[in-house]
């Protein structure tokens, strides 16, 4: 698995040679088509299969028990799920490998490069800890975790519609490692749930962890050209990955699929030269 995945990295790097624009880098010269950037709306399949939520936060307290030698009283569960929300924004380089190849499908063909930033948001409650005498004391936690991630893909457009617009789809990898994941528990919550952690017990509980995922997925999306250099486009990004926490190595599924808009600035056009009367009349190129 480790040398596919190396395998279709070398070949989406490696065979990048667009007739747009020339840069050498490293020896070898780039073409690039262009830049593109998407804002990344929050994941609706958070709560969609409480089974592999579940899974997910088993997952955590293993990890924390792992990585802090503590003992816990109370797991969480879909039950004890809040609020959640996430959230992220990505940027990319463009290429066009295969426009001088006489197939349509391939000469529509896209390398695209992603680097990107993903956050997540998570609150939680544990409705069954006693109340001290007849004073409330919260009893909420805290999750929050940043993602950045490297995201090759290959794409496929159809034919230009209505000189404007195009629909697009294909496969993409992903690569992610944690920047930051903690998990902040209120002092009356850390007592219960955690009775041996040996922090001050006047302070909330903050742990810190560190976590990674590998996944690959699809996209499909329309794209809009609003001027010759300037396409706007909307797309769902459909992501199956494996996650794991370092600090004890098991692996848990998860799905994240999101709805993404974001614009592309297209480098100078392509020559006159050969270029059909249909795409003069179109500003995609």
């Known amino acids: 698995m480790r040398f596919i995945l190396l395998g279709i990295i070398s070949l989406l790097f490696f065979s990048s040679k667009a007739q747009v624009k020339e840069i050498k880098f490293l020896g070898k010269n780039w073409y690039l088509h262009g830049i593109d950037a998407r804002l990344i709306l929050p994941n609706y399949k958070t709560n969609e299969t409480l089974k ?8 955590l307290f293993s990890a924390i028990e792992n990585e802090y030698n503590y003992s816990s009283n109370a797991k969480l569960s879909s039950d004890n799920f809040q609020t ?14 295969f426009t001088k190849v006489e197939s349509k499908l ?55 519609i209505a000189k404007r617009i195009k629909f697009y789809g294909g496969l993409d990898l992903r690569f992610a490692t944690s920047n930051i994941t903690s998990f902040t528990i209120k ?11 040996n922090t001050d017990p006047r302070s909330d509980l903050h742990i810190n962890l560190s976590k990674a995922s590998l996944g690959a997925g699809y996209t499909a999306g329309i794209k809009l050209a609003a001027t010759c250099n300037f396409n706007v486009h909307c797309e769902i990004k459909d992501i199956y990955q494996t996650t794991w926490y ?15 808009f974001g614009f592309r600035y297209k480098f100078n056009a392509p020559d006159d030269e050969g270029t059909s009367a249909e795409n003069v009349q179109s500003v995609f190129w």
Do not use: C
């Open 52 to 59: 592999a939520f579940d899974k997910n936060h088993q997952q």
């Open 84 to 97: 959640g929300f996430d959230y992220g924004f990505s940027a990319g380089l463009v290429f066009r490998p």
């Open 106 to 160: 391939l000469q529509s063909a896209e390398i695209i490069h992603n680097f990107g930033l993903r956050k997540e948001d998570y609150r939680y409650r544990w409705d069954e800890l006693i109340v001290y005498g007849s004073i409330p004391r919260s009893t909420d936690a805290k999750y929050q975790n940043s993602m950045a991630f490297y995201q090759p893909s290959i794409n496929f457009s159809t034919k230009t």
């Open 187 to 197: 002092r009356y919550a850390a007592e219960y749930v955690f009775p041996n952690n």
């Open 246 to 260: 370092r600090s004890n190595n098991y692996h848990f599924p998860q799905r994240i699929t999101q709805l993404n």
